[in-house]
């Protein structure tokens, strides 16, 4: 058991799909007193009830000079992203049914 459901939401499910699936992350958390844009998904979330999480692929000076992408990330944003439609389902009724992840 993984017990994501202690903080079961977008993230979390991204990590377990990851985790389950051999594919490498690249988190990034933004200091929240540093200006910088937003997204569509923090907004979705803060005005819905429906799980939200940004993803994407790294791309070179994206948002920073210093932002580099590597030559394997597509290889895995796309392995994520099917990993999500064909395993969504499974995971979301594992972390629900029990309050652990079984799978």
Not at 14 to 21: D, H, K, Y
Not at 23 to 43: A, F, W, Y
């Amino acid at each position: 058991s993984s017990g994501i459901n202690a903080e079961y939401g977008g993230a979390a499910m991204v990590r377990e799909l990851a985790r389950r699936n051999d594919i490498p992350l690249q988190e990034v958390m933004v200091r929240n007193d540093s200006p910088c844009g937003s997204t569509i998904g923090p907004i979705i979330s803060a005005n819905t009830a429906v799980r939200t999480v940004d993803l994407g692929c790294p791309q070179l000076s994206m948002h920073s000079i210093r932002e580099m992408g590597g030559a394997e990330d597509p290889y895995h944003a796309v392995r994520l992203y099917s990993a999500f439609y064909e395993q969504f389902g499974a995971i979301d009724a594992a972390t629900r049914d029990d309050g652990a992840c079984d799978e």
